[in-house]
């Protein structure tokens, strides 16, 4: 039996751990999204509590963008970047969004996910419940704080559905006549805290849809340049988890394919045309350099994707 030299197990070993720390890299690519809005679905009415839900739709946008960011999952491009690129190209006067629009907002800022929000149920409602007993009556409340949400997130390059569904958040707490109050975990005191409770556990549940739709796409980037030196600058860079070493096939893209019926734009067709490993990170992460790898023909506009 061959003995292999101490030279040999340790290259062997270090070309192991280059391939499971190059999977992990892998997991670590962040898909780009855009919380487009939040508006009062309820038409006016209030179909939980007495609140007026039409002053909170922002607030639980910017709510729900600071989660994504926390999140550590996604690239979050703010609703203003959009419709400053709507306008610059021309792409609807009032900077609104549309599946057309939303297609050559991929293209151009390179996001992949758009969230829109509809809020359904606002607010808070108490229950009484007496208690009789000799010589002691007890009144018990309980207050209840609900917030319920309509998600609907789009593939940006499509306008194709991923997920429409609700998210909820309720919290109650109970107090007595006397006074006394009782609390379950993780309630809070006064009905102003428990709605903010409930407000943070709808976001919570719109990030964990968020996942589910990302997890229907593939992450990519794409080629913006080919330098004279043979260099290789692609969007995103490790902003979006793109690290040095890393691997991509490069993609050409082919015909559009839109729906017969509709006319929407349902993607592109995409051919292989070469790979690059990325040699480092330029544009503060928004950007990245590689150098080829295979293949030929690699221009600006290229679709890159994980090997």
Avoid: H
């Amino acid at each position: 039996m061959t003995k292999l030299s101490f030279q040999t197990i340790l290259t062997v070993a270090l070309s192991i751990i280059s391939v499971l720390s190059y999977s992990q890299d892998e997991l670590v690519l962040k898909k780009r999204i855009a919380v487009v809005n939040f508006v009062d679905g309820t038409n006016g009415s209030t179909k939980f509590g007495g609140q007026q839900v039409g002053d909170y739709g922002e607030t639980l946008r910017t709510l729900l963008n600071g989660e994504l960011v926390r999140s550590g999952s996604f690239v979050v491009f703010e609703r203003e970047q959009l419709k400053a690129i709507f306008k610059e190209q021309d792409l609807g006067s009032s900077g609104s969004v549309t599946r057309e629009s939303a297609a050559k907002a991929n293209q151009l800022l390179g996001v992949q996910l758009l969230v829109f929000g509809s809020i359904i149920e606002w607010g808070t409602k108490t229950q009484s419940k007496n208690s009789n007993v000799p010589f002691f009556q007890k009144t018990t409340n309980t207050v209840t704080a609900k917030v319920t949400v309509d998600m609907k997130i789009e593939d940006a390059t499509t306008g194709q559905i991923l997920i429409e569904e609700t998210a909820t958040g309720m919290v109650d707490s109970k107090s007595t006549s006397s006074g006394t109050i009782y609390y379950r975990k993780g309630e809070t005191k006064n009905d102003n805290t428990i709605m903010d409770s409930a407000i943070r556990k709808a976001v919570v549940n719109c990030v964990d849809l968020a996942k589910k739709a990302a997890s229907k796409v593939s992450w990519q980037g794409s080629v913006v340049k080919v330098g004279s030196d043979g260099r290789i600058y692609i969007t995103p860079g490790s902003g979006s988890g793109v690290k040095t070493g890393m691997k991509f096939i490069v993609y050409e893209k082919g015909e559009e394919i839109k729906d017969p019926s509709t006319g929407e734009p349902l993607g592109s067709e995409l051919k292989s045309i070469g790979s690059i490993i990325i040699t480092g990170d330029f544009g503060d992460g928004k950007g990245a350099i590689a150098k080829l790898a295979s293949g030929k023909g690699i221009k600006a506009g290229n679709v890159i994707k994980p090997e």
